[in-house]
């Protein structure tokens, strides 16, 4: 039951990191990177329990935290120019797709 | 003894797995950024806690236990965080969410278009 | 101030013995002298006090949190039915919303609590109100009732 699992987050990863790629705007990178990280966390803990070696849960921790801070430092320089979004977003919704 | 661990914990980690994947789907899906949002939170608290939970069943000693208590509570602090600063971030550049219009502001989209149950409520 | 000083270092010892795992004498010699510089530091940045270490709300909160579990439980339902119907049934909605809490504190917990609920999020928070984005019309209505307002207020008081 714990490769299955294992195996369902790496689909949901996978998923994830298509949403990465194909985002529209820069906010939807980062929120599936953010994503991507979470998913990370719980499949750097169940590879431990697969493979009988339960440190890679310092692991984990280490990495929950980098994933916070690496969305928090990306965030702090929001102020710049780059991440303006024109308002050509702004449509109802039902128009796309 | 063993059985009821292992059973116990199956159940949790399928559905886990499932809440994550669904979460990933609705990532997918939905319309625009902030409804995509919801779907990561989603993810962030039930999928986690419940594939955490049946770890933690089957954790061996009770360093692991605290380990993995320790992975829960700060993603449970992590996510309400970064969700809210992202929001806030989005919005404050110019984002902006797609709403659905109701009541007195009626849809510039017309309703046969594909909008007749959104517009509805 | 004493307080919160014993409890944070309550905290990090906790914190490294459940971490490290090893009991030697050289391990818990540099754990004593990182726990010690590590409340060196918050001392000098005047970061140890009671926002950091909550310890007035100590005997409420759990009673709080069993009950947004359950909020929690029930909104993760509502946004996994709305994700498989897929996106014909979703109304977001973007609202101002009234809360009645006065600390800091307050209005941190009822914001941190609508964004870890799932199908709601707090996008800005100014004076008293809070901008709140949800999925469904129908999440937002129950917010507006006060439910969790009127417990957070229960819980601010001492």
Redesign the interface.
């Known amino acids: 039951m714990i490769i299955a699992a294992t195996l369902a987050i790496f689909c949901a990863m996978i998923l994830a990191i298509s949403r990465a790629f194909m985002g529209p705007t820069l906010y939807d990178r980062i929120l599936a990177v953010n994503s991507l990280g979470t998913k990370t966390v719980l499949l750097i803990a169940l590879l431990g329990f697969v493979m009988g070696r339960p440190e890679f849960l ?1 692991i984990a ?1 280490v990495y929950a935290l980098i994933n916070f801070i690496s969305v928090i430092a990306v965030l702090r320089y929001s102020d710049s120019n780059q991440f303006k979004e024109n308002s050509s977003e702004n449509e109802p ?1 039902g128009k796309e797709r | 003894m063993d059985l009821v661990i292992s059973i116990s914990s199956g159940i949790c980690l399928l559905l886990g797995s499932f ?1 994550c994947v ?2 990933s ?2 990532l997918l ?4 950024f ?2 995509r ?3 990561t ?2 993810t962030e ?2 999928g986690v806690a419940l594939i955490l939970i049946g770890l933690m069943i089957l954790s061996p000693d009770l ?1 692991v236990f ?2 993995l208590v ?1 992975i829960l509570l700060l993603g ?1 602090l992590i ?3 970064t ?2 600063v992202l ?2 971030a989005a ?2 550049n110019g984002l902006k ?4 219009k ?1 009541g007195n502001e009626q849809s510039s989209v017309p309703s046969s278009e ?1 909008g007749g ?2 517009s509805k ?1 | 101030m004493k307080r919160h000083s014993i409890s944070l270092f309550c905290v990090l010892v906790a ?1 490294w013995l ?2 490290s ?1 090893h009991y030697g004498f050289l391990l818990l010699a540099l754990g004593i002298i990182s726990i010690s510089f590590v409340l060196y530091l918050t001392h000098r940045m005047d970061v140890v006090d009671h926002e950091s270490q909550p310890l007035h709300l100590t005997h409420k909160v759990f009673a709080y949190h069993l009950w947004l579990i359950k909020e ?2 029930h909104s ?1 339902i509502d ?2 039915k ?3 119907r ?9 609202k101002t919303i009234k809360i009645s809490q006065q600390s800091d504190m307050g209005k941190v917990i009822y ?2 609590s609508i ?2 609920t ?7 928070l100014e004076n008293d109100e809070i ?1 709140v ?1 949800a ?1 469904d ?1 129908s999440s937002l209505e129950g917010l507006e009732l006060g439910e969790m307002d009127k417990r957070i207020s229960k819980l601010e008081q001492i």
């Open positions: 310092d921790i919704i | 809440i669904s979460g789907i609705g899906r939905f319309p625009d902030y409804t949002m919801h779907a939170s989603v608290t039930s360093l605290a380990k320790m449970l996510g309400p965080t969700g809210h929001a806030k919005y404050h969410p797609k709403l659905t109701s594909r149950d959104i409520s | 914190f459940l971490n795992g929690i439980f993760n946004v996994l709305h994700i498989w897929g996106q014909l049934t979703i109304t977001p909605t973007l914001a941190n964004t870890l799932p199908g709601t999020i707090s996008v800005d901008l984005h999925l019309a």
